[in-house]
Every structure is written in structure tokens, then in C-alpha cells.
């Protein structure tokens, strides 16, 4: 199956790539240890939200609850958040890191092509980095404006062309025969929904939008963290031999001790869209 296909094949990011965190932890590790930005990504996002006191919120994809873990400090008192995600392993894992919150969270499983929602339920959505993962686009979007009130807001986080784009030149030959790898062959360009052509798919069905990019990049200096993000993303039944893995690791520490650090671009941002 094509990379492209995985993105959008439901069994295998509900039984493999999501069924838990392990492979979002390893990725949102080297973006929260490298970064270069000035604003954490979470807090940016949810400064977005523009929440106020009894808000009805849903977030489509929610995995772990990162967004709502790292700001619950934050929210204002009385909204009541309904946390989906595919995956009910994602599901499980905020849920047990948000019921001592005491804020007003619920929980269930759930596919953003058919919510369980009445229509004009909610008065924020939120789609941080999943919009690309939902086989049938369109349907997704008629039913995220279903589901939002008159004046409703929809909060969509994807990435652009170049986003980590630097990776491919960074593996050696060795590795660039290993079909699948996001590595040899970047992922950004494939996405079906991102910078690019995140506002021709919204503009169907809402009224204005806003694109809020995100300004970051990365300084990696440690090898280990960086070959966790590599390897987060390989097809699950590639078997990518000890010999190239110890290629690959002494090919960056090399970069790193020779520059300092390998320097990877982001290329991220967020569409705010109102019904």
C-alpha cells in the first residue's frame, strides 16, 4: 500500500499507527525538545479557540488530550468538551489523563464522517494535524458545519510543502531502497489536506477563513530522538536491518558533531474558519 494510502486507511491508523500514543510521542518529542519557536505549539493552538465561559467544544482526533493536558489551567470555567478520536486507545489515554481535571470533558470514540452529534451542538470544533488522515474529505466537512452552531468556528491544524522537508537528503543510500519511509520520500507533498489546499477544501462550507501560520523550525543535536521520529513513521511491516539503522545514527551524529545540530525546517499552521 501506497504512503498516501496509509494516511487514509482507517484499520491501520486505528489498529497500528494510533491504536496508542508511542508513535505521536515520538514525534511530538523532537518538536517539543528542538523547537525553535517562541510559543509552545498547544498553547498557540488554544489560544485560537477564543473560548469563553460555557462553550460547547468538539475535537475530532483528540489522540492523547495533548491540547487540553497542557492548557487546562487555562480553560474558562462551565465549557463543557467533547473529546473524539478514532482510536478508542487514543480515547483511553485522555480520558485517564483528564478525569481529575475538574472541568466538564466527555469522552467516546468516534469518526468525523459521521458525528453522533445534533446539528448546531458546538461552538468550536478543532482538527489539530488530522484532516489528512479522513478518507472522504467532504463528508467530514459537511459534517463538522452540521455539528457547529450559527457563527460556529472550526480550528484546523495541518502542515505545508515544506515541512521537514530537509529529511530525504539526510538518509543515506543505504536507507533510500526501504519502500514506505517518509524519509526517502517526504510526507508533506501527499497530504490531502494542507497549507496549500486547506482553503480551496473549506471554502465550500464556511464563510470566511483565516490561515494562521505557524513560525518554528528545529535544532536537533542528540541522534536517538530523531531516529525515534524516523522510524514512528515506517510502514509497520518493514524490517529495516541493525546494519542500516547504525548508518543512519552514525551518519547524524557525524552532522551533528561536524555543525552543531541538523537544522529541519516546519512548515505549519492552522485555518480558522466560521460558519
Not at 482507517?10 to 518538536?31: I, V
Amino acid at each position: 500500500m501506497e504512503r498516501s494510502e496509509l494516511f487514509q486507511d482507517s484499520a491501520y491508523l486505528q489498529k497500528n499507527q494510533y491504536r496508542d500514543s508511542r508513535n505521536l510521542d515520538a514525534r511530538a518529542a523532537l518538536h517539543r525538545r528542538f523547537s525553535t519557536a517562541v510559543a509552545d505549539w498547544q498553547p498557540w493552538v488554544f489560544d485560537l479557540l477564543k473560548l469563553e465561559p460555557g462553550m460547547r467544544v468538539l475535537e475530532c482526533g483528540c489522540g492523547p488530550g495533548w491540547l487540553w493536558r497542557e492548557n487546562v489551567a487555562r480553560l474558562p470555567a462551565d465549557c463543557h468538551i467533547t473529546l473524539t478520536d478514532l482510536s478508542p486507545g487514543m480515547v483511553a489515554e485522555a480520558e485517564a489523563a483528564l478525569a481529575g481535571s475538574g472541568h466538564h470533558f466527555e469522552f467516546q470514540q468516534a469518526n468525523i464522517q459521521a458525528l453522533e452529534f445534533a446539528d448546531e451542538t458546538f461552538d468550536v470544533v478543532v482538527a489539530n494535524h488530522m484532516l489528512y488522515h479522513v478518507p472522504d474529505l467532504p463528508q467530514g466537512l459537511a459534517e463538522v458545519r452540521r455539528v457547529l452552531k450559527q457563527d460556529g468556528r472550526f480550528i484546523a491544524a495541518t502542515n505545508g510543502n515544506k515541512h521537514m522537508q530537509e529529511l530525504p537528503t539526510l538518509v543515506p543510500e543505504v536507507l533510500r531502497a526501504i519502500s514506505g519511509s517518509t524519509l526517502v520520500r517526504g510526507e508533506s507533498q501527499m497530504l490531502p489536506f494542507r497549507l496549500e489546499n486547506g482553503r480551496a477544501a473549506l471554502e465550500p462550507y464556511f464563510n470566511t477563513i483565516e490561515l494562521h501560520l505557524y513560525a518554528d523550525s528545529l535544532w536537533v543535536t542528540e541522534v536517538e530522538p530523531l531516529l525515534a521520529y524516523a522510524f514512528s513513521m515506517i510502514k509497520p511491516e518493514m524490517d529495516v536491518p541493525e546494519t542500516a539503522v547504525a548508518q543512519l545514527r552514525s551518519a547524524w551524529s557525524a552532522k551533528i558533531e561536524a555543525e552543531g545540530g541538523i537544522h529541519i525546517s516546519k512548515d505549519s499552521g492552522v485555518f480558522e474558519a466560521q460558519k
